[in-house]
């Protein structure tokens, strides 16, 4: 079955970095776009960066643009989120997504605090 494994978060300090990273099981990893969404208590889960399956193509929200850059490595099965200078307003769950058979899977998500 599918299984999608966050991890990397933490508290860091405004200004600070993090890197996340999913770990994929269950299907052709190489074959398919992978996704990072972002849950903020009391807000809707939002699309941070996704991309293709070869690593080619990327895509970011606007408000992670310059700041989050998305890769994966297909051999490794694993898509990472490394993100810079952090904003307290990226304060939320983050969780990475892979859309299998027309169904959307979910990791179990990661927090992410920024904070000083």
């Known amino acids: 079955q599918v299984q999608l494994v966050e991890s990397g978060g933490g508290l860091v300090q405004p200004g600070g970095s993090l890197r996340l990273s999913c770990a994929a099981s269950?299907?052709?990893?190489?074959?398919?776009?992978m996704s990072w969404y972002r849950q903020a208590p009391g807000k809707e889960r939002d699309m941070v960066a996704r991309?293709?399956?070869?690593?080619?193509?990327?895509d970011y929200a606007d408000s992670v643009k310059g700041r989050f850059t998305i890769s994966r490595d297909n051999a490794k099965n694993t898509v990472y989120l490394q993100m810079n200078s952090l904003k307290p307003e990226d304060t939320a769950v983050y969780y990475c997504?892979?859309?299998?058979?027309?169904?959307?899977?979910w990791g179990q998500g990661t927090q992410v605090t920024v904070s000083s």
């Open positions: 997504k892979v859309l299998y058979y027309y169904i959307d899977y």
């Open positions: 269950g299907f052709t990893f190489s074959m398919y776009p």
């Open positions: 991309i293709g399956s070869a690593g080619g193509s990327t």
